[in-house]
């Protein structure tokens, strides 16, 4: 089931060869068998007369893996692989010191070509170049490799339109067959929505996160959309304590796609922040040229790259980005005619800029609820065009705003058209105690 999610979720997704670490213990067995196999071979066909009952084994192996590759109109291409590489005979050979191991290497390689994709084209043309036949062997087993991968990806491209289509019920029918097996497997699910709830009744969280609208009233008891307590209950995930919380059970298969949005949206706080800071306090000539805030939000980004490791110093980051800032802001107020930042002033922007680190810093708090409100407008007018525009203040992330939002939506949906059957049932039974 993850497989299939991935798939369809993952657009580009690509099945990749398998590559171990230099320093693996897994690499240095795995390299230690190869050698000592690949010795075996070369001993046996130096032998007088030649053994070549290893040689034979590679290639019944070679040749279930090129009728692998065919498709089922490949009827001519089926039968001359299967005519040539008859093991039967090449036995025959072998016994009568007939074999002529060259000739099949050179059949092999030709059908390799044949059916290869263009992009492995030069590796099999290395091959003709290859005259001994252990290192032919070894190197011809290596593109094949890469050519099951090529056909894998190919299966995969193929198999997304159908898949998409079946995916829904897929994973639904197996979710339930696990929830069969494990009756508590929606308990998170069902603690999850009754929060999402809970904090929309009473607007706990109202500064934090946005109100996800479609409250209304009705007498003294404030009604809520069941839809609009789901969107709200996708915006707490990009809010999530991975550390100490579980995660519920019905988006555990996208934990990491929320965990990156969320530290997407995190560095792109902080960059908002800095710039609505700089653009303030900067001259409104200065803070309305397209071309400086295209080039200041490139350097801040860059400066905070890699806010998503352990090791990044938010603090740090933010001094660089005060002192870089400052310069850019002074040299784009001289080539405008205007007098640069003086000295007070550079100190209070570098002072602002500085502050943003704190999670708590007024700033950075209106940017995060800003962009939480915009995530939750995508989410109400995903089927509607145009899209949302970004709050005041967002102007220059926008596009990148956009860019987490557009995936932050699909993946939204798409686990709403699987699961919503549980979510449905869940909140009929919490909005009625609510």
Request: with cysteine; charged share 25%; hydrophobic share 45%.
């Amino acid at each position: 089931m993850a497989l299939a999610h991935e798939i369809v979720i993952n657009g580009d997704f690509q099945i990749k060869p398998v590559e171990l670490p230099e320093d693996s213990l897994e690499k240095r067995v795995k390299d230690i068998v190869h050698k000592a196999f690949w010795d075996c071979l070369s001993v046996q066909l130096s032998e007088v007369p030649p053994t070549y009952d290893r040689a034979i084994k590679l290639v019944g192996e070679i040749k279930e893996t090129l009728l692998s590759f065919l498709l089922p109109g490949h009827t001519r291409l089926r039968n001359q692989i299967t005519e040539v590489l008859d093991l039967d005979l090449i036995k025959q050979e072998a016994e009568n010191g007939a074999l002529d191991i060259s000739k099949l290497a050179e059949f092999i390689i030709g059908m390799m070509g044949t059916l290869c994709a263009p992009v492995r084209d030069e590796e099999v043309k290395k091959l003709k170049d290859i005259k001994e036949i252990v290192p032919l062997f070894r190197a011809i087993f290596s593109v094949l490799d890469l050519m099951k991968v090529d056909m894998a990806n190919f299966a995969v491209s193929s198999i997304r339109p159908h898949l998409m289509q079946q995916s829904i019920e897929y994973e639904r029918k197996q979710f339930q067959e696990f929830l069969e097996k494990q009756p508590n497997s929606l308990d998170f699910v069902t603690q999850w929505l009754q929060e999402a709830t809970d904090d929309l009744m009473s607007q706990k969280y109202k500064n934090a996160l946005p109100a996800a609208g479609g409250a209304t009233s009705s007498g003294d008891s404030p009604q809520l959309d069941p839809v609009a307590v789901q969107n709200y209950a996708y915006l707490k995930l990009l809010k999530w304590d991975h550390l100490h919380r579980p995660f519920p059970e019905t988006v555990l298969m996208d934990h990491s796609r929320f965990q990156e949005f969320q530290l997407q949206l995190e560095q792109l706080t902080v960059l908002g922040a800095v710039l609505l800071v700089t653009f303030s306090m900067a001259a409104p000539g200065i803070a309305s040229r397209a071309d400086f805030a295209e080039k200041l939000k490139m350097i801040v980004k860059i400066l905070l790259t890699d806010m998503h490791l352990p090791s990044f110093h938010l603090e740090d980051a933010l001094t660089a980005v005060g002192e870089k800032v400052c310069l850019e802001v002074s040299s784009c107020l001289s080539l405008c005619g205007l007098s640069p930042l003086t000295t007070d002033k550079e100190a209070v922007l570098k002072g602002q800029i500085q502050a943003v680190a704190s999670p708590d810093n007024p700033i950075r708090r209106i940017v995060d609820s800003r962009i939480l409100t915009f995530l939750d407008a995508y989410l109400a007018s995903s089927h509607q065009k145009p899209s949302p525009i970004a709050p005041g203040g967002l102007g220059p992330i926008q596009k990148e705003l956009e860019e987490v939002a557009v995936k932050f939506v699909r993946l939204v949906n798409y686990n709403k058209m699987v699961f919503s059957p549980y979510y449905d049932a869940i909140l009929s039974k919490t909005l009625a105690r609510s």
